[in-house]
């Protein structure tokens, strides 16, 4: 961010940022740009065009400078600003958790249908695996106040975020966190009846498909939570032999999926003794959701 007489107001900010993003290729660089100059300001967005001539400190100058050029190298907004939005709610977000991504709503939206049109499943019992940040189990929470979630995730940093988002969204009291490899707290550390769902957002890109990710994605997020071994399917697979197990009868499941593995996945189903296996797509068009039910005999 080159100097010269003229001040640097917000307009000349994201004006100038706009620009530089563009060049870099950064994704969506006006917004980008709001989002960076709102966190530097600690204020709203929409604040920010009404103070177009303001011109910042100079403290809040060196840090908005610093944030733009690791921007610019492609680390992405959420983590420079440690906040991601999901299902209308927001939530920390540390290089410990993958960013919540629109896709991952459509998980979240066949299991609110599910509990709304179902008679008796008024108050669920949820297990959800691979948690992350929380943001399934607590937009989950947030929505269906009856509902109670136990949340695992072998990570104990990403637990850590997890556990934040849940006190300060006031959650922490039907959605319990623990920690361990997908459902070995239920065999080590509680005694759980069977749950009404299971949901999961595993690992599932394949090993040898890492090095072609975005590079936002690929440099800065954990690899923990990406790599899905060498089918992808690795800890999609273990999910699912278990999940009769743990499932109540007519007890159903739902875990995001890869776009290319539906095929995969519903045999995984299929092979677990499951029906009524179905595959939903996101807001693209891409398959992203496996649903699948225990026999009720």
């Given at each position: 961010?080159?100097?010269?007489?003229?001040?640097?107001?917000?307009?000349?900010?994201?004006?100038?940022?706009?620009?530089?993003?563009?060049?870099?290729?950064?994704?969506?660089?006006?917004?980008?740009?709001?989002l960076l100059l709102s966190h530097v300001l600690a204020a709203p967005r929409i604040?920010?065009?009404?103070?177009?001539?303001?011109?910042?400190?100079?403290?809040?100058?060196?840090?908005?400078?610093?944030?733009?050029?690791?921007?610019?190298?492609?680390?992405?907004?959420?983590?420079?600003?440690?906040?991601?939005?999901?299902?209308?709610?927001?939530?920390?977000?540390?290089?410990?958790?993958?960013?919540?991504?629109?896709?991952?709503?459509?998980?979240?939206?066949?299991?609110?249908?599910?509990?709304?049109?179902?008679?008796?499943?008024?108050?669920p019992r949820i297990l959800e695996l691979c948690t992350g940040s929380a943001c399934?189990?607590?937009?989950?929470?947030?929505?269906?106040?009856?509902?109670?979630?136990?949340?695992?995730?072998?990570?104990?940093?990403?637990?850590?975020?997890?556990?934040?988002?849940?006190?300060?969204?006031?959650?922490?009291?039907?959605?319990?966190?623990?920690?361990?490899?997908?459902?070995?707290?239920?065999?080590?550390?509680?005694?759980?009846?069977?749950?009404?769902?299971?949901?999961?957002?595993?690992?599932?890109?394949?090993?040898?498909?890492?090095?072609?990710?975005?590079?936002?994605?690929?440099?800065?997020?954990?690899?923990?939570?990406l790599d899905g071994g060498e089918d992808g399917l690795q800890i999609t697979r273990?999910?699912?032999?278990?999940?009769?197990?743990?499932?109540?009868?007519?007890?159903?499941?739902?875990?995001?999926?890869?776009?290319?593995?539906?095929?995969?996945?519903?045999?995984?189903?299929?092979?677990?003794?499951?029906?009524?296996?179905?595959?939903?797509?996101?807001?693209?068009?891409?398959?992203?959701?496996?649903?699948?039910?225990?026999?009720?005999?």
């Amino acid at each position: 961010m080159q100097r010269n007489d003229a001040p640097w107001t917000i307009r000349r900010l994201l004006e100038w940022t706009t620009a530089f993003f563009a060049r870099k290729e950064v994704d969506s660089p006006r917004l980008a740009a709001e989002l960076l100059l709102s966190h530097v300001l600690a204020a709203p967005r929409i604040r920010i065009y009404t103070d177009y001539d303001r011109v910042p400190d100079e403290d809040q100058l060196a840090i908005f400078r610093d944030l733009v050029r690791r921007a610019g190298e492609h680390e992405p907004i959420a983590y420079l600003t440690g906040k991601a939005h999901f299902f209308n709610l927001e939530f920390e977000v540390t290089r410990d958790v993958l960013i919540p991504r629109p896709d991952t709503e459509t998980l979240v939206e066949h299991v609110l249908q599910h509990v709304r049109f179902t008679p008796g499943l008024e108050s669920p019992r949820i297990l959800e695996l691979c948690t992350g940040s929380a943001c399934i189990a607590a937009a989950i929470a947030h929505q269906l106040k009856s509902a109670t979630i136990l949340a695992i995730d072998i990570s104990e940093s990403a637990l850590a975020v997890a556990r934040r988002n849940l006190d300060r969204l006031n959650l922490s009291d039907r959605v319990i966190l623990a920690q361990g490899d997908l459902y070995e707290p239920l065999e080590t550390q509680i005694t759980a009846a069977p749950f009404d769902m299971i949901l999961a957002n595993p690992p599932y890109i394949r090993s040898a498909d890492i090095q072609a990710l975005d590079r936002n994605v690929r440099d800065y997020e954990p690899r923990l939570a990406l790599d899905g071994g060498e089918d992808g399917l690795q800890i999609t697979r273990r999910i699912l032999a278990t999940a009769p197990r743990r499932l109540v009868p007519g007890g159903r499941v739902y875990i995001e999926i890869q776009f290319d593995a539906a095929d995969a996945v519903r045999q995984l189903a299929t092979d677990a003794g499951l029906q009524d296996i179905r595959i939903f797509r996101d807001q693209a068009g891409n398959d992203r959701v496996l649903h699948a039910r225990k026999p009720t005999a």
